[in-house]
């Protein structure tokens, strides 16, 4: 056999890697369930990236069958963990990663789109409260997206706000 040049070596290396490339960018996650809730169910589409605050943030899209508009989740990227800033057309709050829990909070005014007051006003506060703590630690992004469309209708003080 020939040996390969180092030239020949680092090609390969370039088509394997851009091909590797290639490969993730068609590899959208999407996901269906039941929320267990009067929303029904759910279908969790990524879409494209967006830039908020100068920060790109990965993008899902959740539908459910008992309501009209959507629920965006934009990814925050944490250093070791994954912050997930929910937000429909009168809610926003965020679902973050610590490291011993995974749980609700507020989104603090960095993130902030809507007035602090309007979450006030439709923000259930007993369900919040439930919800500080849903899981132990850090979760691959499609279980953390199947907790936040089961749990996030509960924080809402009426069925109708998504309407």
């Known amino acids: 056999m020939k040996r390969l040049s180092f030239l020949s070596i680092v ?20 996901l269906k369930g039941n929320s267990n809730t009067y929303l029904g169910n759910y279908l969790i589409k990524e ?12 993008t899902f899209e959740m539908k459910y069958d008992n309501a009209e508009n959507p629920v965006m ?3 925050d990227e944490q250093s070791k963990c994954r912050d997930y800033i929910v937000r429909c057309k009168n809610l926003e709050i965020k679902y973050v ?21 309007l ?14 703590k849903l899981s132990e630690g850090s979760l691959p992004i499609p279980s953390a997206l199947e907790l936040i469309a ?5 924080l809402l003080k009426r069925r109708d706000l998504l309407n």
Do not use: H, W
């Open 97 to 117: 990663c610590k490291k011993t829990s995974f749980g609700v909070s507020l989104v603090d005014t960095k993130q902030a789109k809507y007035d602090p007051a």
């Open 11 to 30: 090609l390969l290396m370039i088509v394997a890697l851009s091909t590797k490339a290639a490969d993730l960018s068609g590899n959208l996650i999407s």
């Open 73 to 75: 989740v934009y990814i």
């Open 47 to 58: 879409l494209e990236p967006v830039n908020i605050n100068g920060e790109m943030m990965r």
């Open 150 to 154: 089961s749990y996030f209708p509960d």
């Open 119 to 132: 979450n006030d006003r439709f923000l259930s506060e007993e369900n919040f409260e439930n919800q500080k």
